[in-house]
């Protein structure tokens, strides 16, 4: 599908970090290179906004990610880790990453959904037909949800280069036997 992409595009970027760090987790055993990923999606159209639902813990150590995602510019809304009776553990930030874009929308000319969530394609095809924007996605393909790059209008797959998109990824280097 070909999607228009020029300077004047206003882009709303909003970035589900618990799927895309479970997914590089669980995928390649490495973190996100959120830079990179920014860098790539956005390009060189008119960033308005990019804000990364992040969720925290009471080791608050996650405070150092937090600073990282602001010297990109990107905001981090949290919101507390909820531990149930029973140690059931919650942490779901999607109604207020779609409540978000949906309020935005009518600023931006694209949303970009950094997620592989298929619970997000009511939200893109709210989106697309009722505020008219492109809608994007970007996540690893392998953990997607098949629908939902189907729907988006652009979908950008971290697999296809992911050690581009990854840090602390170490790949399947042969190792070395030493002669003796």
């Not at 990923?37 to 608050?60: K, N």
């Not at 059931?88 to 978000?100: F, N, R, T």
């Amino acid at each position: 599908m070909s999607i228009t992409k020029h300077k004047e595009q206003r882009v709303g970027v909003f970035i589900d970090a618990q799927n895309l760090y479970h997914s590089a987790k669980n995928l390649y055993k490495a973190k996100v290179n959120f830079k990179q990923i920014m860098d790539d999606a956005v390009g060189d159209r008119a960033l308005i906004r990019a804000i990364a639902y992040v969720i925290t813990t009471e080791s608050g150590e996650e405070s150092t990610f937090f600073e990282a995602l602001e010297k990109l510019g990107i905001e981090a809304k949290t919101k507390d880790l909820q531990i149930f009776f029973g140690g059931a553990k919650k942490a779901d930030w999607d109604v207020g990453l779609a409540i978000d874009a949906v309020k935005m929308a009518p600023k931006l000319d694209t949303i970009i959904i950094v997620s592989g969530d298929g619970d997000f394609i009511p939200l893109v095809e709210y989106l697309q037909m009722n505020e008219g924007c492109q809608v994007e996605v970007v996540s690893f393909g392998r953990s997607s949800s098949s629908k939902l790059m189907e729907k988006a209008d652009d979908f950008m797959d971290l697999d296809k280069e992911h050690s581009k998109y990854l840090m602390g990824y170490k790949g399947n280097r042969k190792r070395r036997v030493a002669k003796k």
